[in-house]
Protein backbone atom coordinates (compact mmCIF):
# COMPACT_ATOMS: atom_id res chain seq x y z
CA UNK A 1 0.00 0.00 0.00
CA UNK A 2 1.46 3.58 -1.00
CA UNK A 3 1.49 6.35 1.70
CA UNK A 4 1.82 9.65 -0.29
CA UNK A 5 2.40 12.57 1.87
CA UNK A 6 0.40 15.86 1.08
CA UNK A 7 0.84 19.29 2.85
CA UNK A 8 -2.56 20.99 4.25
CA UNK A 9 -3.62 24.55 5.94
CA UNK A 10 -6.43 25.14 8.43
CA UNK A 11 -9.09 27.41 7.08
CA UNK A 12 -11.71 29.63 8.79
CA UNK A 13 -13.66 30.63 5.61
CA UNK A 14 -16.60 29.02 5.15
CA UNK A 15 -19.46 28.12 2.43
CA UNK A 16 -19.86 28.48 -1.36
CA UNK A 17 -18.05 31.82 -1.69
CA UNK A 18 -14.95 30.30 0.50
CA UNK A 19 -14.96 26.99 -1.42
CA UNK A 20 -14.84 28.77 -4.76
CA UNK A 21 -12.24 31.49 -4.02
CA UNK A 22 -9.98 28.16 -2.85
CA UNK A 23 -10.52 26.36 -5.52
CA UNK A 24 -9.24 29.54 -7.99
CA UNK A 25 -6.00 29.43 -6.26
CA UNK A 26 -5.92 25.73 -7.39
CA UNK A 27 -6.77 24.40 -3.53
CA UNK A 28 -9.50 22.06 -2.42
CA UNK A 29 -11.14 22.33 0.37
CA UNK A 30 -11.84 19.39 2.49
CA UNK A 31 -12.96 17.95 5.91
CA UNK A 32 -10.41 15.32 8.24
CA UNK A 33 -12.60 13.97 11.07
CA UNK A 34 -12.47 11.12 12.98
CA UNK A 35 -11.60 9.70 16.85
CA UNK A 36 -14.05 11.55 18.42
CA UNK A 37 -12.06 14.76 17.69
CA UNK A 38 -13.58 18.04 16.27
CA UNK A 39 -13.94 18.44 12.34
CA UNK A 40 -10.72 19.81 11.19
CA UNK A 41 -10.95 22.10 7.92
CA UNK A 42 -8.40 22.12 5.44
CA UNK A 43 -7.60 23.19 2.52
CA UNK A 44 -5.11 20.96 -0.06
CA UNK A 45 -3.06 21.42 -3.02
CA UNK A 46 -5.52 20.61 -5.93
CA UNK A 47 -2.79 19.15 -8.07
CA UNK A 48 -1.35 16.60 -5.43
CA UNK A 49 -4.11 15.37 -4.21
CA UNK A 50 -5.68 14.41 -7.72
CA UNK A 51 -2.45 12.52 -7.87
CA UNK A 52 -2.84 10.77 -4.59
CA UNK A 53 -6.63 10.03 -5.29
CA UNK A 54 -5.67 7.78 -8.26
CA UNK A 55 -5.04 5.20 -5.82
CA UNK A 56 -8.08 3.78 -4.20
CA UNK A 57 -7.62 3.86 -0.14
CA UNK A 58 -4.31 5.33 -0.57
CA UNK A 59 -2.86 6.33 2.83
CA UNK A 60 -2.03 10.12 3.62
CA UNK A 61 0.72 11.10 5.54
CA UNK A 62 -0.58 15.15 6.40
CA UNK A 63 1.76 17.95 7.22
CA UNK A 64 -1.04 20.52 8.80
CA UNK A 65 0.36 23.81 9.11
CA UNK A 66 4.03 22.41 9.18
CA UNK A 67 2.70 21.90 13.23
CA UNK A 68 0.84 18.55 12.95
CA UNK A 69 1.08 15.04 11.59
CA UNK A 70 -1.66 13.11 11.10
CA UNK A 71 -2.55 9.88 9.34
CA UNK A 72 -5.68 10.00 7.15
CA UNK A 73 -7.59 7.90 4.20
CA UNK A 74 -10.18 9.21 1.93
CA UNK A 75 -13.59 8.28 2.39
CA UNK A 76 -15.72 10.63 0.11
CA UNK A 77 -14.69 12.47 -2.82
CA UNK A 78 -16.87 15.59 -5.07
CA UNK A 79 -15.87 15.36 -8.30
CA UNK A 80 -17.54 18.31 -10.63
CA UNK A 81 -19.84 15.84 -12.83
CA UNK A 82 -18.74 17.57 -15.83
CA UNK A 83 -15.08 18.53 -15.91
CA UNK A 84 -13.99 16.22 -13.01
CA UNK A 85 -12.03 18.20 -10.91
CA UNK A 86 -11.77 18.02 -7.31
CA UNK A 87 -14.58 19.98 -5.70
CA UNK A 88 -14.44 18.85 -2.15
CA UNK A 89 -12.39 15.72 0.04
CA UNK A 90 -13.43 14.23 3.43
CA UNK A 91 -10.77 12.27 5.41
CA UNK A 92 -10.75 9.95 7.61
CA UNK A 93 -8.55 10.35 10.55
CA UNK A 94 -6.36 6.70 10.97
CA UNK A 95 -3.62 5.53 13.48
CA UNK A 96 -1.19 2.87 12.81
CA UNK A 97 -2.71 -0.56 13.94
CA UNK A 98 -6.06 0.45 13.68
CA UNK A 99 -8.77 -1.77 11.78
CA UNK A 100 -10.63 0.19 9.24
CA UNK A 101 -13.49 -0.91 6.76
CA UNK A 102 -12.95 0.37 3.37
CA UNK A 103 -13.64 -1.00 -0.07
CA UNK A 104 -11.34 -2.20 -2.59
CA UNK A 105 -11.76 -2.78 -6.28
CA UNK A 106 -12.36 -6.21 -7.72
CA UNK A 107 -10.24 -7.03 -10.64
CA UNK A 108 -11.26 -9.88 -13.24
CA UNK A 109 -8.37 -11.37 -14.88
CA UNK A 110 -8.92 -14.02 -17.51
CA UNK A 111 -11.19 -15.25 -20.31
CA UNK A 112 -14.27 -16.80 -19.81
CA UNK A 113 -15.47 -20.20 -21.43
CA UNK A 114 -16.41 -19.98 -25.12
CA UNK A 115 -20.07 -18.79 -25.95
CA UNK A 116 -19.63 -14.98 -26.06
CA UNK A 117 -20.59 -15.14 -22.19
CA UNK A 118 -20.55 -11.65 -20.27
CA UNK A 119 -19.21 -10.99 -16.94
CA UNK A 120 -21.23 -8.72 -14.77
CA UNK A 121 -19.45 -7.20 -11.44
CA UNK A 122 -21.94 -7.28 -9.08
CA UNK A 123 -19.80 -5.67 -6.40
CA UNK A 124 -17.33 -3.56 -8.23
CA UNK A 125 -15.53 -3.05 -4.69
CA UNK A 126 -15.24 -5.27 -2.34
CA UNK A 127 -15.73 -4.35 1.55
CA UNK A 128 -13.07 -5.38 3.99
CA UNK A 129 -11.68 -4.61 7.41
CA UNK A 130 -7.47 -4.09 7.10
CA UNK A 131 -5.10 -2.55 9.27
CA UNK A 132 -5.00 1.08 8.38
CA UNK A 133 -1.23 1.17 6.99
CA UNK A 134 -1.78 -2.63 5.15
CA UNK A 135 -4.89 -1.42 3.18
CA UNK A 136 -4.52 -3.99 -0.20
CA UNK A 137 -4.99 -1.16 -3.68
CA UNK A 138 -7.47 -4.12 -4.96
CA UNK A 139 -7.94 -7.78 -4.99
CA UNK A 140 -7.90 -9.81 -8.66
CA UNK A 141 -9.86 -13.18 -9.42
CA UNK A 142 -9.61 -15.26 -11.74
CA UNK A 143 -12.68 -15.79 -14.37
CA UNK A 144 -10.97 -18.16 -16.29
CA UNK A 145 -13.02 -20.96 -18.22
CA UNK A 146 -16.67 -19.82 -16.57
CA UNK A 147 -19.41 -20.42 -18.05
CA UNK A 148 -22.76 -18.90 -17.85
CA UNK A 149 -24.70 -19.10 -14.64
CA UNK A 150 -21.33 -19.58 -12.63
CA UNK A 151 -20.78 -17.31 -10.28
CA UNK A 152 -18.34 -16.05 -7.91
CA UNK A 153 -19.07 -15.52 -3.54
CA UNK A 154 -17.17 -13.09 -1.44
CA UNK A 155 -15.94 -16.09 0.67
CA UNK A 156 -14.36 -17.17 -3.03
CA UNK A 157 -11.94 -14.62 -3.16
CA UNK A 158 -8.24 -14.86 -1.51
CA UNK A 159 -7.83 -11.75 0.73
CA UNK A 160 -4.25 -10.70 2.11
CA UNK A 161 -2.93 -12.20 5.45
CA UNK A 162 -4.94 -9.54 8.49
CA UNK A 163 -7.47 -8.35 5.43
CA UNK A 164 -11.12 -10.22 6.32
CA UNK A 165 -14.38 -9.27 4.53
CA UNK A 166 -17.20 -7.10 5.80
CA UNK A 167 -19.53 -8.64 3.53
CA UNK A 168 -21.81 -11.56 3.89
CA UNK A 169 -19.54 -13.95 2.71
CA UNK A 170 -22.18 -15.46 0.46
CA UNK A 171 -22.61 -12.23 -1.73
CA UNK A 172 -22.21 -12.68 -5.21
CA UNK A 173 -19.26 -10.69 -6.48
CA UNK A 174 -19.26 -11.29 -9.87
CA UNK A 175 -21.51 -13.90 -12.29
CA UNK A 176 -21.52 -15.00 -16.00
CA UNK A 177 -24.45 -14.36 -17.65
CA UNK A 178 -25.24 -16.17 -21.27
CA UNK A 179 -24.80 -13.98 -24.26
CA UNK A 180 -28.20 -12.49 -25.68
CA UNK A 181 -27.39 -13.41 -29.42
CA UNK A 182 -30.27 -16.12 -30.31
CA UNK A 183 -33.28 -13.19 -30.82
CA UNK A 184 -30.24 -10.57 -33.14
CA UNK A 185 -29.33 -13.93 -35.02
CA UNK A 186 -33.23 -14.45 -35.61
CA UNK A 187 -33.44 -10.60 -36.63
CA UNK A 188 -30.84 -10.98 -38.70
CA UNK A 189 -32.51 -13.74 -40.75
CA UNK A 190 -35.97 -12.39 -41.13
CA UNK A 191 -34.70 -8.53 -42.48
CA UNK A 192 -31.85 -10.52 -44.59
CA UNK A 193 -35.68 -12.55 -45.82
CA UNK A 194 -37.70 -9.61 -46.31
CA UNK A 195 -34.61 -7.77 -48.38
CA UNK A 196 -34.54 -11.15 -50.65
CA UNK A 197 -38.19 -10.52 -51.24
CA UNK A 198 -38.26 -7.24 -52.61
Given at each position: ?41 L ?6 L ?7 N ?58 G???E ?18 V ?32 V ?26
Open positions: MSEVKLTAETRTEFGKGAARRIRRDNKVPGVLYGHGSDPLHTFPGHDLLALRTPVLISLDIDGKSQELAIPKSVQRDPLKGFLEHVDLQLVKRGEQVTVEIPVVAEGELAPGNLLHVLNALPVEAEATHIPEQTVSVEGLAAGASIHAKDIALPNGVTLAVDEDAVLQVLAAQAEESEGEEAAAGEESAEA
